[in-house]
DNA sequence: TTGTCAACTGACCGAATGTTCGGTAAACAC
DNA sequence: GTGTTTACCGAACATTCGGTCAGTTGACAA
């Protein structure tokens, strides 16, 4: 006989992943808080109570989609190659992880770049950001320290500008178009950002 | 006797300028749709009638204040500098310029870059900035196509990352605080941007 | 056929929203 | 003083908000 489907196949309709992902959709077109519940039926062709079946709520759905970014950032940096070796390498890496998570998790990392802590949910997703943001600056001070970065630009200066422009992808990048692949898109950012946009006559090696 | 004084005293209380100005800084803080009028009354230190009296609605004071935002951008664009030499050097004026405008007029153009397209305001704004980003994408095609950057990256993704950097100024910069001057600041994203972070053994000249 | 239960509806709640309006106190003009 | 204007208050407005709850539906098991 049949064993007893282990994880029930959820036959017809919603769960909370589902729920979660085309929330963020919508709070990323209209912002949060200028998305209503109402919205949020809307869009999951529901009515608004059966959303309470399957999230506690609203704060909540916002809540779970910013761990989902910060929880891929810090998977990051607590890898062993953000630790080891020299510090522009490193920081080379994160670079490029970074883009990486940016794109794999779009909607979710969109979602925290936008917070502005309204709530203690928000609140303590900004500082859970924070945290990441002053490992980032360690390394880069780390990168200057040792002489790989141009000593006329503040250590401080630069981590906002290249995590800014990192940041920045989240504005326009869309993964369904034409658009470059991540691998691609890093090596773009990292071209730019580390050997700077103009043409040279004859390169180094 | 006195002449009568030609611009009235406003002897005290609010006028449309202030309200705006504190509006604006506001809807930075919390966000538009974030901000209720009751918040904007206790900023003001007046209750939410008495902002009535001096502007129209919520939403004119947004407008009002993108207008603020795209008026500067759009001033830049229309200068002289902007429509003539080498490709290479307007669009090094013109992120100058930008960074400027973005410092000078800092709260209008943070409330610029987050507009969504909520209502017809934000709809309108976010048409004009298009206009102004179809410009610059222009810009940089000129550059690229006679040579001044570097051929191996795509100049539509050149585009988005200069002004992705650029943007992301609004995100951090706090003029009070010992922050660089928008000279200085130019001068540092221009150096990431265009010449590299990287040290190099020997410099060009 | 009966019962169970996941998944949902529709009516509703109190609170908050942007906005309006009648009134008013202080400053000014004469 | 008398009248007018400026800048505001307080109460109320209709609407929308996030959220609750009793009930219904339809797939499945026994």
Redesign the pocket.
């Known amino acids: 006989m049949?064993a007893?489907?282990p994880t029930?196949?959820?036959?017809?309709?919603?769960?909370p992943e589902s729920?979660l992902s085309i929330a963020v959709h919508v709070f990323n077109e209209r912002g949060y808080?200028?998305?209503?519940?109402?919205?949020?039926?809307r869009a999951?062709?529901?009515?608004?109570?059966?959303?309470?079946?399957?999230v506690?709520?609203?704060?909540?759905?916002l809540g779970r989609a910013l761990d989902r970014a910060l929880d891929g950032l810090f998977a990051m940096v607590a890898d062993e190659r953000a630790a080891a070796g020299p510090a522009i390498e490193r920081l080379e890496w994160v670079v490029r992880q970074s883009v990486r998570i940016l794109v794999d998790r779009l909607p979710y990392v969109t979602l925290l770049l936008r917070v502005r802590g309204n709530s203690v949910t928000e609140q303590a997703a900004l500082e859970r950001r924070r945290e990441f943001d002053r490992f980032i600056s360690r390394l880069v001070k780390e990168a200057a320290a040792d002489g790989s970065l141009r000593p006329d630009v503040d250590p401080a200066l630069v981590t906002r500008l290249l995590f800014g422009t990192v940041n920045s992808i989240a504005e326009w990048y869309e993964p369904a178009r034409g658009n470059a692949s991540p691998d691609d898109l890093a090596d773009a950012l990292l071209k730019m950002a580390f050997n700077g946009l103009r043409s040279r006559p004859a390169a180094q090696g």
Chains 1, 2 share one sequence.
Do not use: N
Not at 8 to 15: A, L, M, S, T
Not at 33 to 41: F, I, K, P, R
Not at 44 to 54: D, E, F, N, P, Q
């Open positions: 049949a007893p489907t029930r196949p959820r036959r017809r309709g919603h769960d729920v808080d200028g998305t209503s519940m109402e919205d949020l039926a999951l062709g529901v009515t608004k109570s059966a959303i309470y079946y399957h506690p709520g609203k704060e909540q759905l």
